[in-house]
């Protein structure tokens, strides 16, 4: 993970220019900036300079402004955003036709039970290593999934749409969720004559990406930044014992879009 210092890259006649050429170049589209300063509405406002230089930032969630709160609940599902458990593999806004091209996740509060590593899965590695039967099924417009409701500037829902480009090389998403696996083993969320043949090939490409998934732990005024055309992302299970934590004590990541633009208009 190419780690940078949030003063090298706000200060300077070519700021932030340097951010975007990073995570664009030797970052191999992720990078981790560590904010030293422990003024987080500063840091968050500095974060969107520098994201404003690989597309235009996004307020998917209007009403939130740029930055949406991803708070720790004890009520939600253990496996969803604000659940405690794992939250599997995905890429955010999966069926959208104007899918956002990167995230930025800023950290407020780590977990203090120490848990809840933020994942990382190379999607393009993980491809790379399936088998060209199973790429044909996945490049199959043939998938489709539930679509967030209440989100602005990502397009429409796609009806079907194939997990796979037809080039796996950042010029198109790969659409992907782990979550997607159980219903396609149950022949739903597919439209076509082989359910189990496309949702076993579905299935290898879960376990790939796992294979190739990497983890980081957030720590106060750092900020994720990663290609989600490339890299799906997810979150290791909290420390046990959330219900002895107040609520102002838990875990509390901001997060950002980048990019609804035509695909290849952002960097």
């Not at 340097?18 to 500063?42: I, K, M, N, Q, Y």
């Not at 998917?60 to 794992?86: I, K, M, N």
């Not at 022949?187 to 990406?209: I, K, M, N, Q, Y």
Request: hydrophobic share 40%; net charge negative; charged share 20%.
């Amino acid at each position: 993970m190419l780690t940078l210092k949030g003063r090298d890259l706000t200060s300077g006649p070519h700021a932030p220019c340097h951010f975007a050429e990073a995570v664009t170049g030797p970052g191999a589209g992720r990078a981790l900036v560590r904010f030293e300063e422990p003024d987080h509405t500063r840091n968050q406002e500095l974060g969107l300079s520098l994201l404003s230089s690989l597309g235009p930032v996004l307020a998917v969630y209007p009403a939130d402004g740029c930055w949406s709160d991803l708070t720790v609940s004890l009520t939600a599902s253990p496996e969803r955003t604000h659940g405690v458990g794992e939250n599997r593999l995905h890429v955010d806004l999966v069926d959208r036709d104007r899918l956002p091209r990167y995230i930025a996740l800023y950290c407020v509060r780590a977990d203090p039970l120490g848990g809840g590593a933020s994942a990382l899965a190379d999607l393009w590695r993980a491809a790379g290593t399936l088998s060209a039967t199973d790429r044909a099924l996945l490049a199959e417009p043939v998938f489709s999934y539930y679509p967030d409701k209440d989100v602005h500037g990502v397009g429409e829902s796609l009806d079907r749409f194939p997990v796979l480009p037809a080039q796996v090389d950042g010029s198109a998403p790969i659409r992907f969720t782990a979550k997607a696996h159980p219903h396609l083993e149950r022949g739903e969320l597919l439209d076509t004559d082989e359910p189990s043949a496309t949702a076993a090939a579905f299935g290898r490409f879960v376990d790939a990406a796992v294979a190739c998934r990497s983890t980081v732990r957030l720590m106060p005024g750092d900020l994720l930044v990663f290609d989600q055309h490339r890299y799906a992302h997810g979150r290791m299970p909290l420390g046990e014992g959330q219900h002895h934590c107040d609520v102002g004590e838990r875990r509390l990541l901001r997060q950002t879009y980048v990019g609804a633009g035509a695909f290849g208009g952002t960097r």
